[in-house]
């Protein structure tokens, strides 16, 4: 299965050309970190098609993940 | 006692007494007297000039005047084009309601010139902090002039200039936990333009504990994301997670577009808030990205 993958701001180095990822079905967004090679310490909020999820959710085809570092600055 | 600038404190600062009836009763008069009817509008409308000049010849407080005028159903021109985005009614609520600005650096200067131009009746301001050189590409209170001078000062002339109708309370202090129910128990709202990830969990949790809605902001280069926090609801708190050194914001800067945008966002809430709307933000957070030109409503 194909998920869009969209990583902010120190991380949007990690967004894939296309933006989008081949995965095996139950895919978590665990292992889209695995797989892009983005540090987990760095990583501190996921959003699955706009709603806020767990690591360990499992993602479907044509799913839509955002991936966010911390964010204070003002 | 952390305020530096109590002259100005909430309301009345002595009982009513019988002369200050016929004080308003006098202005009232006056004020009806030089008020003017225009069939578009619902309402009368007073210049800002001839409410100053009445304010003083009656002996009365500028913020006091405009209470006055509001109550009698005439509208400070300075407000027309408020209307109708915000009602008559609307409007009064906003000059009735005091907000907390926690940090008046690039969000909060910003959110000081629109909440202050909207007609948010009274401000608490908090920031211990001074300008320099390196806030000018994006901070609005930061002028060649204000370098390395208290942001709270800046911020209180600036809003004195723009909006005399408002009250203004000032606190020049880097704000700790045990400030907070002191400067949020006058207040309907607190608005969160820190800078920094770590205070931001503090603010929320004393807010939270005070029952008090939090409008906050946060950037790093060209992202950038608002959201709303009523006692009990979800919050945003995830992105705040580790040191100030650990926020995005200090690899990729901020800047003057993202600020802005986000300083707007929070703007709005604060204004839909106040006015007695329904936040559009709670328990989401709108993002916005400008190296790909996305913006999204992400739900908590």
Request: proline content about 4%.
């Amino acid at each position: 299965m194909k998920i869009q993958v969209s990583c902010f701001a120190t991380l949007s180095k990690y967004t894939p050309e296309d933006g989008q990822v081949e995965l095996e079905e139950g895919a978590t967004p665990d292992l889209v970190l695995d797989r892009l090679l983005i540090p987990r310490e760095e990583v501190k909020i996921v959003f699955i098609n706009g709603q806020h999820a767990g690591m360990n959710a499992v993602l479907k085809h044509g799913d839509r993940l955002g991936i966010f570092p911390a964010i204070g600055g003002g | 006692m952390l305020f530096s600038s109590m002259e100005t404190a909430w309301g009345y600062s002595r009982p009513l007494e019988a002369g200050d009836f016929l004080k308003h009763d006098s202005f009232t008069a006056a004020l009806k007297r030089d008020a003017r009817l225009d069939s578009d509008y619902p309402f009368s409308i007073i210049s800002s000039p001839c409410l100053i000049q009445l304010a003083r010849e009656h002996g009365l407080e500028l913020f006091e005047a405009q209470s006055i005028c509001l109550d009698k159903h005439i509208l400070p021109e300075r407000y027309l084009r408020n209307f109708s985005s915000i009602s008559f009614s609307e409007q009064k609520k906003l000059a009735d309601s005091q907000v907390l600005l926690v940090g008046l650096g690039g969000l909060g200067g910003y959110i000081l010139e629109i909440l202050g131009r909207a007609g948010v009746g009274g401000f608490v301001l908090a920031d211990g902090d001074c300008f320099e050189d390196s806030n000018l590409n994006r901070q609005i209170l930061a002028t060649v002039d204000t370098i390395e001078k208290p942001k709270v000062i800046a911020a209180k002339v600036r809003l004195e200039s723009v909006n005399p109708f408002c009250r203004i309370q000032t606190a020049r202090a880097f704000l700790k936990a045990e400030d907070l129910p002191g400067l949020v128990k006058d207040v309907h709202l607190v608005v969160d333009a820190l800078g920094g990830v770590e205070f931001r969990l503090v603010l929320l949790r004393e807010t939270s504990r005070c029952k008090i809605p939090l409008v906050t902001g946060f950037v790093a280069g060209n992202t950038g994301l608002a959201s709303t926090v009523y006692p009990g609801g979800k919050s945003p708190a995830m992105f705040w997670q580790g040191k100030n050194s650990d926020g995005a914001e200090t690899v990729l800067g901020n800047t003057a577009p993202m600020v802005s945008l986000i300083a707007s966002v929070q703007s709005q809430e604060a204004i839909r808030i106040l006015s007695g709307k329904e936040s559009g933000l709670s328990d989401r957070v709108f993002m916005a990205d400008f190296e790909t030109m996305s913006f999204e409503l992400l739900k908590l």
